[in-house]
Each structure stands twice: as structure tokens, then as C-alpha cells.
């Protein structure tokens, strides 16, 4: 099969989409949502506390006792959604990624030129190539991509080219010889 070769910039991509899309593909439900499930059962179980307690005139403490453990969930959710937010934003701003890139695609790899990179990942490195609507991820690992945009390719047949030629180079990769 012929190299193909795709021009563009990754500034624009919508890199905390994909990382969501990627997160939902890899990761089991409560590793994804394990803090504010406990942080609902916490709340529910507390509602329910409240409520027997009014039912039965059981006498509890003042709400204020139990304000201190509310602040550390809401403290544990903002921390993590601030360090999701700073990761994403340090991913986009990376100077790699603002200047324009030239992808090559051939027989022996991925070959990614530009201004401030040189860089080959060979086949065998790569685990999957999925079609995302920010362009065509190459998985080197489960949460790790590169990304071609979308706007290197001419049209959806080009990239769905680009993917099956990249599909016959990494079982061609990994066929025993």
C-alpha cells in the first residue's frame, strides 16, 4: 500500500472529550465515578439518618457536626475536577502541539515532522486506531493517543482509508514472520 500523508495542528483539538470517550471505552463505571457515588450514599445515608431520627424523637447532634465531613467530599470532588481541568489544559498548551505537523503514514510506522518535532512510533507500538470525531486516534497505550486531526483529512472516505491502511500495517506488524 502507498504512504499517505496528512498536514495539520492538534492545537485545536478537544483533548478532554477524548480523553472522556477514551476513559469510558478502558475504565470500569466506579473507577470513573467512584467519589460521587460515595459522595450520594453519603448524602442519602445522612437524609435517612435525619429522617429515622425525626420519626423516632432519637436525639442527634446539631447539623454542624456533620459539616466538617461534607466540606472534605465536596473538597475531595473539587480537587478532582481541578486536576482533571489542569491536566487537560497543560495537554493542550504544549508547544508541540500548536505549531503545524506533517503525518506520514507508512508501511514502517507513523512518522510525525513539524517545526518542533521529529518523531517515528513504529506499528508494532500501537494497540488500536479508532475513528473519533476529533480525527483518527493511534492507541499506544489505554488513556494514550496521538491524534491526526480531523481537518488533515480531505473527507470521512480518506480517513476511513487512512484507518484500514493503518489496521493492515499493524496485523502486518504483528504477524509472525
Not at 512518522?111 to 475513528?131: F, K, M, N, Q
Request: proline share 6%; with cysteine.
Amino acid at each position: 500500500m502507498a504512504d499517505l500523508s496528512f498536514t495539520g495542528t492538534v492545537s485545536g483539538l478537544n483533548h478532554a472529550r477524548i480523553c472522556g470517550r477514551l476513559r469510558k471505552r478502558h475504565q470500569p463505571w466506579l473507577m470513573r465515578w467512584g467519589v460521587l457515588a460515595c459522595l450520594g450514599i453519603y448524602i442519602v445515608l445522612m437524609f435517612l439518618l435525619v429522617l429515622v431520627a425525626n420519626l423516632t424523637a432519637l436525639r442527634l447532634p446539631d447539623w454542624s457536626s456533620y459539616l466538617p465531613l461534607l466540606v472534605l467530599f465536596a473538597a475531595l470532588v473539587w480537587l478532582s475536577l481541578w486536576r482533571r481541568r489542569h491536566v487537560w489544559d497543560s495537554v493542550r498548551d504544549a508547544p508541540v502541539r500548536r505549531a503545524p505537523q506533517q503525518f506520514d503514514l507508512t508501511p514502517e510506522g507513523l512518522h510525525i515532522r513539524g517545526d518542533l518535532i521529529d518523531s517515528l512510533i513504529r506499528w508494532p507500538a500501537v494497540l488500536d486506531v479508532i475513528e473519533d470525531p476529533e480525527g483518527l486516534l493511534l492507541l499506544t497505550g489505554q488513556m494514550e493517543y496521538i491524534a491526526i486531526p480531523i481537518e488533515a483529512f480531505a473527507d470521512p472516505d480518506a480517513m476511513r482509508a487512512a484507518k484500514a491502511a493503518c489496521e493492515d500495517w499493524i496485523k502486518a506488524a504483528r504477524a509472525p514472520i
